[in-house]
């Protein structure tokens, strides 16, 4: 690019010196509906990630999260956290239970055992 056309380029309508935008994008705050029907949308996200967490702490799950963004003053980004958040803590939940059903004694008659990992199929596992 020549420093002609750089110029030219600079100078070009809704733009000011250096090619900077005139004005800035207006960003209208999200309203509180939006806040919560997002949410909303992210609890049913993680109902359907975690069927074998029940529906009742999936929800107090989100609402933790929610309430620890109570304070934040920029909003936009408040529904991605509260997801990845909630999703942290089902997750570790998941773990967790996958952890204690491996760890539970053996069934009587000696056999083997099936684990179940949450999104895999059966493993036969010897005791």
Known sequence: ?????????SRSPGLVEGGRP???????????????????????RLRA???QADAATVEATVG???GSFRQA????FVPILVERR???????????????ATNAPAPAGGGER????????DVPRSP
């Not at 909630?86 to 204690?100: D, I, M, N, P």
């Open 114 to 121: 099936a684990v179940t990992v949450a999104g895999s199929r």
């Open 86 to 100: 909630a999703r942290t803590v089902l997750g570790a939940a998941a773990r967790s239970a996958v952890v204690e």
């Open 22 to 44: 005139a004005t800035q994008p207006s960003v209208a705050p999200r309203s509180k509906q939006d806040e919560l029907l997002a949410i909303q949308n992210v609890a049913a």
């Open 49 to 51: 990630a975690y069927p």
């Open 1 to 9: 690019m020549t420093a002609e056309s750089f110029e030219e380029e």
């Open 73 to 76: 003053r920029v909003r936009a």
């Open 64 to 66: 933790t999260a929610y």
